[in-house]
């Protein structure tokens, strides 16, 4: 299908073409916030299909399976979802029917650590448009449904931590930050096990 773009890393396709990641926004930047507008500029062309790589790159290496334009510092209104070597890109997406609702787990790359219940459609029909600016229907649902939803909310300057519960995001947000302190202890930890291997190496050698 012309919508989806395989990106073959093994072969050396970024470094042939110098793509590198971009810069990922942390859930402090102003960026988070802003509301896209439409893109209206003839689909394909050269700049998109560069940024649309370095998305992908951007978010394998993250770890992801979706992310937003203006997580990136772009102010395009697009979005690559996917995993594997198949990813999606979402030019103008719309929903056009929801049904259902399922409250699951979810997190952001913007937000690192952080899992949050929300409560969003469990199925949904949407619009879009490809890479080729051809104008697309699909029907998603479960994670899929997820993701597109997020990630449409980014591009309209929404953060999922808007949508949940004021009292199981500071719950949330507590254990958080315990995981962050557990993780800068371990961190230390080594660093100061290093350091006194090479204190002991050091003592060693001098007494050759």
């Known amino acids: 299908m012309s919508e989806f773009l395989t990106i073959d890393t093994t072969q050396g396709i970024f470094k042939e073409e110098r793509i590198e990641p971009l810069a990922l926004y942390d859930e402090y930047h102003p960026a988070l916030k802003m509301k896209l507008e439409e893109y209206n500029t003839p689909l394909p062309n050269t700049p998109l299909e560069t940024l649309i790589k370095r998305m992908v790159m951007t978010m394998k290496l993250y770890g992801g399976i979706g992310l937003s334009a203006n997580q990136?510092?772009?102010?395009?209104?697009?979005?690559?979802?996917?995993?594997?070597?198949?990813?999606?890109?979402?030019?103008?997406?719309?929903?056009?029917?929801?049904?259902?609702?399922?409250?699951?787990?979810?997190?952001?790359?913007?937000?690192?650590?952080?899992?949050?219940?929300?409560?969003?459609?469990?199925?949904?029909?949407?619009?879009?448009?490809?890479?080729?600016?051809?104008?697309?229907?699909?029907?998603?649902?479960g994670i899929t449904a997820r993701c597109f939803l997020h990630e449409l909310d980014h591009m309209n300057g929404i953060v999922y931590t808007s949508r949940a519960k004021p009292l199981a995001l500071k719950m949330s947000m507590k254990k958080r930050q315990k995981y962050i302190n557990l993780i800068h202890k371990q961190q230390r930890a080594v660093v100061n096990k290093q350091k006194r291997s090479e204190e002991h190496t050091s003592e060693l050698q001098s007494h050759l």
């Open 72 to 141: 990136c510092g772009f102010k395009h209104r697009v979005f690559v979802m996917g995993a594997g070597e198949e990813y999606v890109a979402f030019f103008n997406p719309k929903v056009v029917k929801t049904e259902g609702e399922k409250h699951m787990e979810e997190g952001c790359l913007s937000f690192p650590f952080l899992g949050l219940h929300i409560t969003r459609p469990a199925e949904i029909w949407v619009e879009y448009q490809d890479f080729n600016g051809e104008k697309r229907e699909a029907h998603f649902s």
